[in-house]
């Protein structure tokens, strides 16, 4: 993995949201490292009738990151959206998109959604055969590479690739699955991770996903997450720019 340029100047999520597509991801670093833990909007329930709207109320909100949730109804037992859908939302936001794809055999569509404007790829360690071809070939692709796991998986698993990823996402519930309560072994896995990124001297971004609440985005960003990817707390909020300022505060806060 290529070393990560830190640039020096402080961004606001202003700045963020009106750069150009093509310095997304390094305005994104920025942010992360001048202010601490950012959030990423999940859209699954969004209001998919009002597609670029949504989009556009969350950028106008803050959000610096917006997160798709893939699922194929077999890796997971939902089926939500595609490469259209990814596409679409590339179109309408001018912030890093990523794609988690929870899908059986991602190998064969990694290129499709690299294509379809993903910024972000994540990849579920459960469903890879290869894991380091898998992320290197996202990597050819232009795409930020990051890869997931869930609860039940030992965090070990994921160690030997940690130096050909570009970020972790921890999972804190299943994939796939609604109404679970947050899993606290998310914060066991962080912490780890944090520590073997430290004694490595390494930059993947750890990113967790689940249960994401004014509750826990502290207790997230205190063992190390930076990128929170929030669903019900902001999409179901009365007010998209509070939520997301609400839970950055209490993350960065702990962090």
């Excluded at 992360?32 to 329930?45: I, K, N």
Aim: proline share 5%; aromatic share 6%; hydrophobic share 45%.
């Amino acid at each position: 993995m290529a070393d990560q340029q830190w640039p020096a100047a402080r961004i606001s999520p202003q700045t963020l949201v009106n750069a150009p597509a093509g310095n997304a991801i390094d305005q994104l670093t920025a942010t992360v490292m001048a202010h601490g833990p950012v959030v990423f909007p999940a859209l699954l329930l969004c209001d998919f009738g009002h597609l670029a709207r949504e989009v556009e109320r969350l950028e106008q909100a803050g959000a610096v990151g917006l997160h798709l949730d893939v699922m194929d109804g077999r890796f997971v037992p939902q089926l939500t959206y595609g490469m259209v859908v990814v596409e679409a939302v590339r179109k309408a936001a001018r912030v890093p998109v990523e794609v988690h794809m929870m899908v059986e055999e991602p190998e064969r569509t990694l290129a499709e959604y690299a294509r379809a404007g993903a910024d972000i790829v994540t990849v579920h360690i459960e469903g890879l055969t290869d894991p380091r071809r898998a992320l290197e070939e996202i990597q050819s692709y232009g795409a930020k590479a990051h890869l997931a796991i869930s609860p039940a998986t030992p965090v070990e698993r994921i160690e030997p690739y940690l130096d050909a990823c570009d970020g972790v996402l921890v999972m804190s519930v299943e994939p796939g699955f609604g109404g679970q309560a947050f899993n606290p072994i998310a914060i066991e896995k962080l912490s780890y991770l944090t520590s073997i990124r430290s004694r490595r001297n390494a930059s993947f971004r750890l990113g967790v996903d689940g249960g994401i609440s004014v509750e826990t985005a502290g207790l997230v960003a205190a063992a190390g997450a930076e990128l929170l990817v929030a669903g019900s707390s902001v999409i179901r909020s009365a007010n998209y720019a509070r939520a997301i300022a609400e839970l950055q505060d209490r993350a960065r806060g702990a962090a």
